[in-house]
């Protein structure tokens, strides 16, 4: 089945560690997002890429970084200059080529701070 | 900039009864529309969107919205809810990248919490 893949479910940092969320697809598609949801402010944009190799900084960006070195890939590192990380993340993908078209969301990491 | 409001952070409806979810948008350029559903501790499903055409857009689970561009709304309704209708909803705008590319930019809304009660 094709879909979106996210890992870990759930994820534990300590103060000043950097720590890492995969986020998978088979949809052969061109484009994927990073989103930040807190409760009652809806998703925010962190970061995203329309294509492998090249990304751009979303609304969010500070304390965060990306990769996307192959097409199916686009994994989200927490950096410890990130005060407040404790969130649940969302990674998005969509074909990329036409801006109405549908993003299509993962399962979602649970980030918590030991 | 695009910017959704989502009027109403919780709704709590009957079992059989109309379920009315607002949108408002504002956006300089004609707007694509999105509504998404997203159960405890799971990703987002679209439930429908409007791009062109028909106004009144049809989605899954019996939903459906209306786009109004004179009122710049797009309401969600259900004739019945039903038990399983209880999540949370998310309205949002789609709109052009930064130096016109065709990248599709979502804005989300604060999201409605739908309760259904028996």
């Known amino acids: 089945d094709g879909g979106i893949t996210q890992s870990p479910k759930y994820l534990f940092r300590k103060e000043g560690q950097n720590v890492t969320l995969s986020c998978e697809q088979n949809?052969?598609?061109?484009?994927m997002y990073w989103y930040r949801q807190d409760p009652g402010q809806g998703l925010r944009l962190i970061y995203y890429?329309?294509?492998?190799?090249?990304?751009q900084k979303g609304d969010i960006a500070e304390g965060y970084s990306v990769s996307r070195e192959k097409k199916e890939s686009f994994p989200l590192t927490v950096t410890s200059a990130q005060k407040n990380p404790t969130a649940f993340y969302l990674c998005?993908?969509?074909?990329?080529?036409?801006?109405?078209?549908?993003?299509?969301f993962g399962p979602g990491t649970r980030l918590l701070v030991l | 900039a695009q910017s959704v409001t989502q009027l109403g952070s919780h709704v709590s409806v009957s079992e059989g009864a109309l379920v009315l979810l607002r949108c408002n948008y504002s956006?300089?350029?004609?707007?694509?529309l999105f509504w998404y559903v997203q159960y405890p501790n799971q990703g987002l499903q679209l439930l429908l969107k409007?791009?062109?055409?028909?106004?009144l857009v049809k989605g899954i689970n019996g939903f459906e919205a209306e786009f109004k561009k004179s009122e710049t709304s797009f309401h969600l309704t259900k004739p019945s809810a039903h038990m399983s209708d209880a999540a949370e909803y998310f309205c949002?705008?789609?709109?052009?990248?930064?130096?016109?590319?065709?990248?599709?930019?979502?804005?989300f809304g604060q999201g409605t919490i739908l309760t259904v009660h028996p």
């Open positions: 949809l052969n598609h061109d484009a």
């Open positions: 890429s329309q294509i492998v190799n090249d990304f």
């Open positions: 949002a705008v789609s709109d052009l990248g930064t130096g016109g590319t065709s990248y599709g930019k979502l804005t």
């Open positions: 998005a993908s969509s074909m990329g080529r036409i801006h109405q078209e549908t993003q299509y």
């Open positions: 409007y791009t062109t055409g028909a106004t």
């Open positions: 956006s300089s350029v004609p707007p694509y």
